[in-house]
Protein backbone atom coordinates (compact mmCIF):
# COMPACT_ATOMS: atom_id res chain seq x y z
CA UNK A 1 0.00 0.00 0.00
CA UNK A 2 1.18 3.30 -0.86
CA UNK A 3 -0.49 6.71 0.19
CA UNK A 4 0.39 10.24 -2.28
CA UNK A 5 -0.01 12.51 1.12
CA UNK A 6 0.61 16.16 0.91
CA UNK A 7 0.81 16.42 -2.61
CA UNK A 8 -1.32 19.92 -4.46
CA UNK A 9 -3.06 19.21 -7.74
CA UNK A 10 -3.35 21.94 -10.22
CA UNK A 11 -6.68 21.31 -12.73
CA UNK A 12 -6.41 23.30 -16.14
CA UNK A 13 -9.48 22.85 -18.46
CA UNK A 14 -10.47 24.99 -21.41
CA UNK A 15 -13.95 26.78 -22.28
CA UNK A 16 -15.59 26.76 -25.18
CA UNK A 17 -14.57 29.94 -27.28
CA UNK A 18 -18.76 30.92 -27.20
CA UNK A 19 -18.16 31.36 -22.87
CA UNK A 20 -14.91 33.39 -23.75
CA UNK A 21 -16.34 35.72 -25.86
CA UNK A 22 -19.63 36.37 -23.40
CA UNK A 23 -17.34 37.16 -20.56
CA UNK A 24 -14.83 38.98 -22.26
CA UNK A 25 -17.85 41.17 -23.77
CA UNK A 26 -19.75 41.66 -20.68
CA UNK A 27 -16.62 43.28 -18.31
CA UNK A 28 -15.49 45.17 -21.03
CA UNK A 29 -19.12 46.98 -21.04
CA UNK A 30 -19.11 47.37 -17.35
CA UNK A 31 -17.74 49.45 -14.79
CA UNK A 32 -16.25 47.10 -11.43
CA UNK A 33 -15.39 49.47 -8.99
CA UNK A 34 -11.69 48.52 -7.71
CA UNK A 35 -11.24 47.85 -4.26
CA UNK A 36 -8.43 49.33 -2.55
CA UNK A 37 -7.01 46.84 0.01
CA UNK A 38 -3.35 45.44 1.31
CA UNK A 39 -3.08 42.80 -2.18
CA UNK A 40 -0.86 41.25 -3.71
CA UNK A 41 -1.44 43.46 -7.35
CA UNK A 42 1.08 45.96 -8.39
CA UNK A 43 0.74 47.72 -12.27
CA UNK A 44 -2.62 47.03 -12.32
CA UNK A 45 -6.27 47.27 -11.63
CA UNK A 46 -8.50 44.99 -9.05
CA UNK A 47 -12.26 44.98 -8.93
CA UNK A 48 -14.15 44.26 -5.91
CA UNK A 49 -15.11 40.64 -4.92
CA UNK A 50 -18.72 41.17 -6.58
CA UNK A 51 -18.10 39.66 -10.06
CA UNK A 52 -20.48 36.71 -9.99
CA UNK A 53 -23.15 38.71 -8.19
CA UNK A 54 -24.19 40.18 -11.58
CA UNK A 55 -27.36 38.65 -12.93
CA UNK A 56 -25.92 38.28 -16.73
CA UNK A 57 -26.15 35.06 -18.98
CA UNK A 58 -22.46 35.45 -19.33
CA UNK A 59 -21.77 35.75 -15.70
CA UNK A 60 -24.20 32.50 -14.91
CA UNK A 61 -22.87 30.60 -17.44
CA UNK A 62 -19.37 31.18 -16.31
CA UNK A 63 -20.33 29.90 -13.18
CA UNK A 64 -22.03 26.90 -14.19
CA UNK A 65 -18.66 26.48 -15.91
CA UNK A 66 -17.06 26.61 -12.74
CA UNK A 67 -19.19 24.55 -11.03
CA UNK A 68 -18.40 21.80 -13.47
CA UNK A 69 -14.84 21.78 -13.76
CA UNK A 70 -14.78 22.04 -10.00
CA UNK A 71 -16.63 18.53 -9.98
CA UNK A 72 -14.03 17.24 -11.63
CA UNK A 73 -11.35 18.44 -9.53
CA UNK A 74 -12.92 17.73 -6.38
CA UNK A 75 -11.51 13.98 -6.02
CA UNK A 76 -8.42 15.30 -6.56
CA UNK A 77 -7.94 17.71 -3.84
CA UNK A 78 -10.30 16.26 -1.36
CA UNK A 79 -7.43 12.65 -1.33
CA UNK A 80 -4.95 15.71 -1.11
CA UNK A 81 -5.77 17.24 2.05
CA UNK A 82 -7.34 14.34 3.69
CA UNK A 83 -5.73 11.52 2.19
CA UNK A 84 -8.88 9.35 1.51
CA UNK A 85 -10.63 8.69 -1.73
CA UNK A 86 -13.62 10.87 -1.68
CA UNK A 87 -16.92 8.84 -1.46
CA UNK A 88 -19.13 11.94 -0.91
CA UNK A 89 -20.71 14.51 -3.08
CA UNK A 90 -19.07 17.86 -3.57
CA UNK A 91 -19.92 20.00 -0.88
CA UNK A 92 -21.48 23.27 -1.19
CA UNK A 93 -19.46 26.03 -1.80
CA UNK A 94 -19.34 30.50 -1.61
CA UNK A 95 -18.13 31.57 -4.23
CA UNK A 96 -16.55 34.86 -4.89
CA UNK A 97 -14.19 36.45 -7.74
CA UNK A 98 -12.70 39.41 -8.99
CA UNK A 99 -11.50 41.26 -12.07
CA UNK A 100 -7.62 41.55 -12.47
CA UNK A 101 -5.82 43.58 -15.00
CA UNK A 102 -2.51 44.29 -15.17
CA UNK A 103 -0.45 46.54 -17.38
CA UNK A 104 3.08 45.91 -18.69
CA UNK A 105 5.33 46.09 -15.85
CA UNK A 106 2.48 44.60 -13.34
CA UNK A 107 2.71 41.54 -11.42
CA UNK A 108 1.64 39.45 -8.52
CA UNK A 109 3.69 38.88 -5.77
CA UNK A 110 3.96 35.52 -4.17
CA UNK A 111 0.54 34.91 -1.86
CA UNK A 112 -2.23 32.60 -0.51
CA UNK A 113 -5.71 33.06 -0.48
CA UNK A 114 -6.64 32.59 3.22
CA UNK A 115 -10.49 31.87 4.61
CA UNK A 116 -10.69 29.39 0.96
CA UNK A 117 -10.43 26.01 0.03
CA UNK A 118 -10.26 25.92 -3.86
CA UNK A 119 -9.09 29.21 -6.08
CA UNK A 120 -9.28 29.83 -9.40
CA UNK A 121 -8.19 31.96 -12.50
CA UNK A 122 -10.43 32.06 -15.30
CA UNK A 123 -8.60 34.19 -18.70
CA UNK A 124 -10.05 36.57 -20.44
CA UNK A 125 -6.84 39.02 -22.60
CA UNK A 126 -3.53 37.21 -22.97
CA UNK A 127 -1.49 39.95 -24.43
CA UNK A 128 1.22 37.58 -27.26
CA UNK A 129 4.03 38.37 -26.03
CA UNK A 130 3.20 36.55 -22.82
CA UNK A 131 1.31 33.24 -24.63
CA UNK A 132 4.50 33.21 -26.57
CA UNK A 133 6.85 33.19 -23.67
CA UNK A 134 9.15 35.73 -25.43
CA UNK A 135 11.76 36.81 -22.82
CA UNK A 136 11.65 32.67 -21.89
CA UNK A 137 10.71 33.56 -18.33
CA UNK A 138 7.25 32.82 -18.09
CA UNK A 139 6.80 36.78 -17.73
CA UNK A 140 3.05 36.92 -16.97
CA UNK A 141 2.26 32.98 -16.69
CA UNK A 142 0.95 31.42 -12.97
CA UNK A 143 3.93 30.35 -10.96
CA UNK A 144 2.97 28.21 -8.12
CA UNK A 145 6.05 27.66 -5.75
CA UNK A 146 6.25 24.23 -3.58
CA UNK A 147 4.68 24.46 -0.43
CA UNK A 148 7.26 21.41 0.64
CA UNK A 149 9.80 23.56 2.10
CA UNK A 150 11.85 20.52 3.95
CA UNK A 151 11.90 18.76 0.99
CA UNK A 152 14.36 20.97 -0.22
CA UNK A 153 17.26 20.01 2.80
CA UNK A 154 18.29 17.21 -0.11
CA UNK A 155 16.99 17.69 -3.57
CA UNK A 156 16.82 16.14 -5.83
CA UNK A 157 19.10 17.77 -9.34
CA UNK A 158 15.59 17.42 -10.85
CA UNK A 159 13.39 18.79 -7.84
CA UNK A 160 10.56 20.84 -8.49
CA UNK A 161 10.54 24.25 -7.35
CA UNK A 162 8.12 26.55 -9.20
CA UNK A 163 5.73 25.39 -11.87
CA UNK A 164 4.13 27.78 -14.19
CA UNK A 165 0.77 27.63 -16.31
CA UNK A 166 0.28 29.42 -19.26
CA UNK A 167 -2.51 32.58 -19.11
CA UNK A 168 -4.35 30.78 -22.12
CA UNK A 169 -7.35 32.73 -23.16
CA UNK A 170 -11.01 30.99 -22.30
CA UNK A 171 -8.50 28.49 -19.72
CA UNK A 172 -9.37 27.77 -16.23
CA UNK A 173 -7.13 26.78 -13.53
CA UNK A 174 -7.81 25.54 -9.76
CA UNK A 175 -5.46 25.00 -7.07
CA UNK A 176 -5.39 24.93 -3.53
CA UNK A 177 -5.67 28.21 -1.77
CA UNK A 178 -2.60 27.26 0.27
CA UNK A 179 -0.87 27.12 -2.91
CA UNK A 180 1.82 30.54 -3.17
CA UNK A 181 1.44 31.56 -6.64
CA UNK A 182 2.78 35.32 -8.19
CA UNK A 183 2.63 36.03 -11.46
CA UNK A 184 6.46 37.42 -12.33
CA UNK A 185 6.26 41.44 -14.13
CA UNK A 186 5.61 41.24 -18.13
CA UNK A 187 6.26 43.74 -21.10
CA UNK A 188 3.11 43.67 -23.31
CA UNK A 189 1.57 46.49 -25.57
CA UNK A 190 -1.77 45.11 -24.06
CA UNK A 191 -3.18 44.55 -20.56
CA UNK A 192 -3.50 40.86 -18.87
CA UNK A 193 -7.01 40.90 -17.82
CA UNK A 194 -8.42 37.62 -15.81
CA UNK A 195 -11.57 36.52 -13.26
CA UNK A 196 -10.23 35.27 -9.98
CA UNK A 197 -11.87 33.66 -7.65
CA UNK A 198 -12.54 31.42 -4.25
CA UNK A 199 -14.29 28.72 -2.76
CA UNK A 200 -15.14 27.72 0.14
CA UNK A 201 -16.49 24.65 1.28
CA UNK A 202 -19.86 25.21 3.53
CA UNK A 203 -19.73 22.24 5.76
CA UNK A 204 -16.93 20.95 8.30
CA UNK A 205 -16.22 17.60 6.46
CA UNK A 206 -13.21 17.60 5.68
CA UNK A 207 -12.14 18.70 9.48
CA UNK A 208 -13.40 15.24 10.69
FE1 LIG B 1 -3.99 34.90 -6.18
Redo the contacts with the bound molecule.
Keep these: MIKNLYSSPIYTSNSSKELLDEVRSFISKISIPSEIRAN?TKGGFQSDSKIFEYNDKSIINLKRFIATEVAKYWPHIYEALTGQKSESNVPAFDLWGWV?SLNAGGF?SP???PRSTI?G?FYLQTPFEIIKNVDNNFSGW?GSMDPRSNSQIWPLSSHLNYFFVPPVEGSLVLFPSYLQ??VPPFNAKDERIAI?FNLRHKTTQLLK
Design positions: STNHIHSVIHFA
